[in-house]
């Protein structure tokens, strides 16, 4: 016995999402959910591009995106190469990070606030992470 995703029987020639439409997965509603939810995913990608380029005009896709805790910032990938990156958060905070040898793995060696004052202590157990465009 089949069921539909509400954990009814499913009737032979019906739609498993659609448990009223008789039509077999996928019916024209399912198509047509799905159609709308890759236009909104395109359309999401693309305000995202557009966000970073009104922020940093000279944007491309060389670049990589780096997160530490929430904040997140994008700097060409070419220079992820020194092992030494300091990073400002768009006057937030400047943090300063630095590959740990013979590794991928990178950490904070110092922050600052946007005031000047050091808050290392609130980043020095954060995670950095590179995250693909």
Not at 44 to 60: E, L, R, T, V
Not at 64 to 80: A, H, Q, S, Y
Not at 93 to 119: F, P, R
Request: hydrophobic content about 30%; charged content about 30%.
């Amino acid at each position: 016995m089949a069921y539909d995703i509400y954990g009814n029987d499913l009737r032979r020639g019906y739609c498993e999402v659609h448990p009223h439409v008789h039509q077999e997965y996928p019916c024209d509603i399912c198509c047509r959910e799905i159609e709308q939810s890759n236009r909104q995913n395109e359309y999401n990608k693309q305000m995202q591009k557009d966000y970073y380029k009104s922020i940093d005009p000279s944007f491309d896709m060389e670049t990589t995106r780096i997160v530490i805790d929430l904040l997140v910032v994008r700097i060409p990938k070419t220079d992820l190469n020194s092992g030494l990156l300091d990073i400002d958060f768009n006057g937030q905070y400047l943090i300063q990070i630095k590959k740990e040898d013979d590794s991928d793995l990178w950490k904070v060696t110092n922050a600052m606030n946007g005031y000047g004052h050091n808050c290392f202590e609130e980043f020095k157990k954060s995670e950095v992470s590179f995250l693909s465009n």
